[in-house]
């Protein structure tokens, strides 16, 4: 199993990006995906997530209403649109997969339900 993400870069604060996930799983519309990140010297944060359907996500406030998760399970790929980005945003964004039914907030935004994990894009917003 491999999740490879892509679509990092440097930009200017106010800009926008779309990280993209590609995953190798089977059953790839089994599984709820999500985007973490870990800024430098910090832990790692939730960011989004989406169910197998697409039909359901959560967001992080900090991200609410300026990223948008989303996910096309014909091309086994999990996406995350930025938009209004801001220096604060800057870190290393990981995809992950989860096998586990969709459920709580309080849940899906830890690392716990997550089986597979990406090796991680760089974004970094420049002010």
């Known amino acids: 199993v491999q999740l490879q993400a892509f679509g990092g870069g440097l930009v200017q604060a106010g800009g926008s990006l779309r990280l993209s996930c590609e995953a190798s799983?089977?059953?790839?519309?089994?599984?709820?995906m999500a985007w973490f990140r870990q800024a430098p010297g910090k832990e790692r944060e939730f960011v989004a997530a989406?169910?197998?359907?697409?039909?359901?996500?959560y967001y992080a406030d900090s991200v609410k209403g300026r990223f948008t998760i989303s996910r096309d399970n014909a091309k086994n790929t999990v996406y995350l649109q930025m938009n209004s980005l801001k220096p604060e945003d800057t870190a290393v964004h990981y995809c992950?997969?989860?096998?586990?039914?969709?459920?709580?907030?309080?849940?899906?935004?830890?690392?716990?339900?997550?089986?597979?994990w990406g090796q991680g894009t760089l974004v970094t917003v420049s002010s």
């Open positions: 799983l089977p059953t790839f519309s089994r599984y709820s």
């Open positions: 989406i169910s197998w359907t697409g039909g359901s996500t």
């Open positions: 992950a997969a989860s096998p586990r039914p969709w459920s709580s907030y309080n849940y899906l935004s830890t690392a716990s339900p997550y089986a597979y």
